[in-house]
C-alpha cells in the first residue's frame, strides 16, 4: 500500500499560515475520519498535534488546526513562530485495518 | 509522569531474530491500545503492528505480516515485539506508542534502533 502524499517540503514567515496537504483515497482518507497529524523535531519521537481530523490533544497550541475534503486533509498553522520548523507526517485509518503515513513534509520556518 | 521506554533494540544478521520491549508508567497500561510504527534512516514513519487493551486483537503492516509478532503482558505493563526473519529492510527506530484509539497513536516513546547487517 503506498503511502499518502504531501508535499516534501513548504516554507513560511513568522506570523504567516500555511498549509500541508495530505492526499489519499477512498480507502483511507475519503472512507474514514480518523486523519492524525504528526510533528517530528530532528532525533525525536513524533508528537501527535491534530487526530480524528481536526481534533486537538490536550496541551496543543490551538495554531494547529485541521481538516478533510474527499481524499484530502490538511494541516494549517496560523501565525508561524521559528519553533515550528520541523517534520511533519499526516496518517490516516484504511480499510484494510491498518493505519497509513504519509511521507512527511518537511517546515522551513523563514 | 507518564513514560514508554522501549529496548531490545541491537545489530542482528539477516534472517535473525530478535525481540523489542516497550514498559510503560505512569498510566494504567491495560486501559489503551499500543502501537508500533518504525522509521528507517532519513525516512519517514510507517505503521508495524497494534494490539488492542487486552491483546485479543492484532494488526499487522503488510511488510511484516507472518514475520512480526506483537504481544502484551498487562501485568508487567509491557509491550512486546517479536521480530524474525529480519531483512536489511527492517533497519530502523521503532517506536512504541500509546493509543488514543487504534488509528491515533499519541504517546510515543523515544526509540530503539534496530540495525539488519551482515
Known amino acids: 500500500q503506498s503511502a499518502l502524499t504531501q508535499p516534501a517540503s513548504v516554507s513560511g514567515s513568522p506570523g504567516q499560515s500555511i498549509t500541508i496537504s495530505c492526499t489519499g483515497t477512498?480507502?483511507?482518507?475519503?472512507?474514514?475520519?480518523?486523519v492524525s497529524w504528526y510533528q517530528q523535531y530532528p532525533g525525536k519521537a513524533p508528537k501527535l498535534i491534530i487526530y480524528?481530523?481536526?481534533q486537538s490533544p490536550s496541551g496543543v497550541s490551538h495554531r494547529f488546526s485541521g481538516s478533510k475534503s474527499g481524499n484530502t486533509a490538511s494541516l494549517t498553522i496560523s501565525d508561524l513562530q521559528t519553533e515550528d520548523e520541523a517534520d511533519y507526517y499526516c496518517?490516516?485509518?484504511?480499510?484494510?485495518?491498518?493505519?497509513?503515513f504519509g511521507g512527511g513534509t518537511k517546515l522551513t520556518v523563514l | 509522569e507518564v513514560q514508554l521506554v522501549e529496548s531490545g533494540g541491537n545489530l542482528v544478521q539477516p534472517g535473525g531474530s530478535l525481540r523489542l520491549s516497550c514498559t510503560a508508567s505512569?498510566?494504567?497500561?491495560?486501559?489503551?491500545?499500543m502501537h508500533w510504527v518504525r522509521q528507517a534512516p532519513g525516512k519517514g514513519l510507517q505503521f508495524v503492528s497494534a494490539?488492542?487493551?487486552?491483546?485479543?486483537?492484532?494488526y499487522y503492516g503488510s511488510s511484516v505480516k507472518g514475520r512480526f509478532t506483537i504481544s502484551r503482558d498487562n501485568s508487567m505493563n509491557t509491550l512486546y515485539l517479536q521480530m524474525d526473519s529480519l531483512r536489511s529492510e527492517d533497519t530502523a527506530i521503532y517506536y512504541c506508542?500509546?493509543?488514543?484509539?487504534?488509528?491515533?497513536?499519541?504517546?510515543w516513546g523515544q526509540g530503539t534502533l534496530v540495525t539488519v547487517s551482515s
Open positions: 506508542a500509546r493509543a488514543l484509539h487504534l488509528a491515533a497513536p499519541s504517546l
Open positions: 505512569g498510566f494504567i497500561f491495560s486501559n489503551y491500545a
Open positions: 494490539i488492542n487493551t487486552n491483546g485479543d486483537n492484532k
Open positions: 477512498s480507502r483511507d482518507i475519503g472512507g474514514h475520519n480518523y
Open positions: 480524528d481530523v481536526s
Open positions: 496518517s490516516s485509518y484504511t480499510s484494510s485495518v491498518s493505519l497509513l
